[in-house]
């Protein structure tokens, strides 16, 4: 059974910060490749922030400066630092691990940045 279970959502003040968490069962987590995608309401599912299992990085260039994108393999769990956040972050925010043609998302947790 494949399981991506993430935490750290919430409400956050423009300009604050969250870190998101995925924690992976069920997979050899350090040869996935893992994804955080967003999706704001009224839009198209958009990738946020990317880590290979050979830690290259990819950010979306409007996270770019913003946003941190790690894994820790001895805890199966990726994470995501988001900083100085913004109104246009608020989103559903999913975590993905793929393979190949193997592919598991997460169930989503809220993200919303307002006064």
């Known amino acids: 059974q494949v399981q991506l279970v993430e935490s750290g959502g919430g409400l956050v003040q423009p300009g604050g910060s969250l870190r998101l968490s995925c924690a992976a069962s069920?997979?050899?987590?350090?040869?996935?490749?893992m994804v955080w995608y967003r999706q704001a309401p009224g839009k198209q599912r958009e990738l946020v922030a990317a880590?290979?299992?050979?830690?290259?990085?990819n950010y979306d260039s409007s996270v770019k400066g913003r946003f941190t994108i790690s894994r820790d393999n001895a805890k199966n769990t990726v994470y995501l630092q988001m900083n100085s956040l913004k109104p246009d972050d608020t989103a559903v925010y999913y975590c993905?691990?793929?393979?190949?043609?193997?592919?598991?998302w997460g169930q989503g947790t809220q993200v919303t940045v307002s006064s």
């Open positions: 993905n691990g793929n393979l190949g043609g193997l592919e598991y």
């Open positions: 880590i290979t299992s050979g830690f290259r990085l």
């Open positions: 069920g997979i050899t987590f350090s040869i996935y490749d």
